[in-house]
């Protein structure tokens, strides 16, 4: 079996793979395994075009199921949108399919001149002055994007972020933006963010946000890219290193790659609708309605499921973000209850690096992210690395496992969106 998926400028991913053959004791499993790895390969690259090449069995069934009507129609509705051109599954036989035109390009690393860095979380929004490289100022600002229906709570909040960062510089000659979403040439396509906004609302005021926010600032070199994508872009800058994988663990699950070239490959990297856990009692993702998904395995909504399933006491009142908090706390008063959420979140991980290691040429795996703060991101890299080393003992070879220092999990993010333009680009 063959699968090729389209994306933007007719660039095009491939990934080969096998299904059992009619009549097997296995064939059974042919369709599900199949639209479980389609599901994965549309959310790590991206597209707008499917076409699966081998038995026709199986190709049907992943029309039917990618359709307006079909259990994955949300999947489908927004690779739609994302790339603008309706969405479709195509069947073929595998040896017609050609291989892949990927291609990627150097992003960021530009550390010289004023710059602003602002990271868009979904809890709490960050931002940094870096003068020559140097963090001048930065800051944290609890806010709550994804319950808001009116763009403009979002406009203030990250303009409110930049004049506090431009106060602290001289001048200003860059912004670079790292947030939650799908953003092609700095329009805001997919966002998590703006969850609550109608969608014709969306459509007039959200995509063109940051386009907006770079005329205020007299058409200053602006960038905006994936969180994920940063935080992969920021392990590769501290480490020194390339083949990485970032994944940050806040609101929900991000997910980022520098490829061995130290590049950006221009997939999509949306890890949170990955899915990694094919139970059928799996957790359910509330915004697509799938189960099993990183967004419940990688995320205070992990840490605060699983502090509930342990029996920590939790103020049903309080956001999520006050909850993992409360987590937090419990485990640094030696709460062994506390201990255990964290142990099973480092578990998850250790198989999901496992997992993601299919699909990715990893070297290095950075976590970070506001479930990682404190000891509990001590605790998740200690299971995660002994997960590795006694089920994958050739990954824990190959991969080596990174944390940032306290700081540099709250804060890295925003230092390297920093990083993004070039002084004097007119993007």
């Known amino acids: 079996m063959r699968i090729a998926l389209e994306r933007a400028e007719g660039e095009t991913s491939v ?16 369709c599900a395994f199949a639209e479980r790895l389609v599901k994965t390969l549309l959310w790590q690259k991206g597209g707008w075009r499917i076409v699966v090449g081998g038995p026709a069995e199986v190709g049907e069934h992943i029309r039917s199921t990618y359709s307006p009507s079909g259990a994955r129609a949300f999947d489908a509705q927004l690779m739609g949108n994302v790339f603008e051109r309706p969405f479709k599954v195509e069947l073929a036989k595998a040896e017609e399919i050609p291989d892949a035109t990927e291609r990627s390009v150097p992003l960021g690393r ?9 990271d868009a979380g979904a809890s709490d929004r960050k931002v940094a002055a870096v003068v020559e490289g140097k963090v001048v100022f930065s800051e944290e600002v609890p806010w709550d994007p994804k319950n808001q229906s009116d763009p403009e709570y979002h406009y203030r909040g ?16 860059t912004i670079g933006v790292s947030a939650a979403g799908i953003y092609l040439n700095n329009r805001v396509k997919v966002a998590s963010l703006f969850r609550s906004v109608p969608n014709d609302v969306f459509q007039e005021k959200v995509t063109g946000l940051f386009l907006r926010i770079k ?20 392990g590769s800058m501290s480490l020194g290193e390339n083949g990485v994988l970032g994944i940050s663990m806040g609101s929900s699950e991000a997910g980022g790659y520098v490829n061995e070239k130290g590049e950006i490959t221009g997939w999509l990297n949306e890890l949170a609708f990955v899915p990694v856990d094919l139970s059928p009692q799996a957790p359910v993702d509330e915004w697509s309605g799938d189960r099993g998904c990183g967004s419940q395995y990688f995320s205070q909504e992990a840490a605060v499921r699983l502090a509930r399933g342990a029996g920590i006491p939790l103020d049903e009142t309080k956001s999520r973000a006050e909850q ?25 991980t250790g198989h999901g690096i496992a997992h993601y290691a299919d699909f990715y040429d990893i070297r290095h795996v950075l976590v970070l992210g506001r479930v990682t703060s404190g000891e509990g991101g001590n605790i998740i890299l200690r299971v995660a690395q002994q997960v590795l080393r006694e ?27 920093a990083s993004l333009p070039r002084i004097g680009e007119r993007n």
């Open 15 to 30: 990934f080969d793979s096998f299904v059992y053959p009619a009549g097997h004791r296995l064939a059974d499993a042919n």
């Open 110 to 118: 530009h550390l010289d001149g004023c710059r602003i860095g602002f």
């Open 158 to 173: 990250i303009t409110a972020a930049l004049r506090s960062a431009a106060e602290h510089m001289p001048r200003v000659d």
């Open 215 to 234: 005329r205020d600032w007299d058409e200053v070199a602006l960038e905006v890219l994936n969180d994920g994508d940063v935080t992969a872009l920021a």
């Open 324 to 348: 993992l908090e409360a987590v937090q706390e419990a485990l640094a008063a030696g709460e062994e209850r506390a201990a255990r959420v964290f142990e099973s979140i480092g578990c998850y």
């Open 391 to 417: 089920e994958f003992p050739d990954l824990a070879q190959r991969i080596s496992l990174h944390l940032p220092d306290e700081s540099g999990r709250r804060v890295g993010q925003a230092i390297a969106a």
